[in-house]
T-cell receptor, first 113, second 115 residues
Framework: KNQVEQSPQSLIILEGKNCTLQ??????????LRWYKQDTGRGPVSLTI?????NTKSNGRYTATLDADTKQSSLHITASQLSDSASYIC????????????FGRGTSLIVHP | EPEVTQTPSHQVTQMGQEVILRCVPI?????FYWYRQILGQKVEFLVS????????KSEIFDDQFSVERPDGSNFTLKIRSTKLEDSAMYFC?????????????FGAGSRLTVL
């Protein structure tokens, strides 16, 4: 069964600090991995998308890494801002024609001033 | 930037009532989805829709649920007889569908509260 596990479940950091969120998956065959940011009560918004051949991708202060061999990904947030407070969701999609992405439970990030 | 729009933003209904949630996907997108998120839980896939028919559905999407694309712009989710456990945020999403363009764009969601 395809699974996406994220850690930590929640994280509290001070404004300006960096943090790293982890995602482990068992989805096979692998097509792509995306990180989404979800503000409370809102729909998820895509931050990055990586395919099998990509091992790092940046979007401003967000940098995602992918190790397809170990089936792990991380999302690094640099110089955090109060507006970074949200849930960060790792989503992994199968290849082979099916497009049912598997969602992780998300990491809840709170940035304190 | 193109958006997926959903209405209503919040609906409160009595158990057993029918509910229709509406979505307007991005105009040139070809694939449409409904997801739900029960409070405090992860986002769950319900159904995908392409070429005017359901392409895949989860075990959550039972006979009480149906989807429709009644015209060229709207994509609706109907729950025939709501249950308490249907209370959740329902997200519509769409994607273009050509090679490499597999990023889902989500709407802001419709919160359904079943009393």
């Amino acid at each position: 069964k395809n699974q996406v596990e994220q850690s930590p479940q929640s994280l509290i950091i001070l404004e300006g600090k960096n943090c790293t969120l982890q995602c482990n998956y068992t989805v096979s065959p692998f097509s792509n991995l995306r990180w989404y940011k979800q503000d409370t009560g809102r729909g998820p918004v895509s931050l990055t998308i990586m395919t099998f051949s990509e091992n790092t991708k940046s979007n401003g202060r967000y940098t995602a890494t992918l190790d397809a061999d170990t089936k792990q990904s991380s999302l690094h947030i640099t110089a955090s801002q109060l507006s970074d407070s949200a849930s960060y969701i790792c989503v992994v999609s199968e290849g082979g024609g099916s497009y049912i992405p598997t969602f992780g439970r998300g990491t809840s990030l709170i940035v304190h001033p | 930037e193109p958006e997926v729009t959903q209405t209503p933003s919040h609906q409160v209904t009595q158990m057993g009532q029918e509910v229709i949630l509406r979505c307007v996907p991005i105009s040139n997108h070809l694939y449409f989805y409904w997801y739900r998120q029960i409070l405090g839980q992860k986002v769950e896939f319900l159904v995908s829709f392409y070429n005017n028919e359901i392409s895949e559905k989860s075990e959550i999407f039972d006979d009480q649920f149906s989807v429709e694309r009644p015209d060229g712009s709207n994509f609706t989710l109907k729950i025939r007889s709501t249950k308490l456990e249907d209370s959740a945020m329902y997200f519509c999403a769409s994607r273009l569908g050509v090679n490499g363009a597999n990023v889902l764009t989500f709407g802001a969601g419709s919160r359904l509260t079943v009393l």
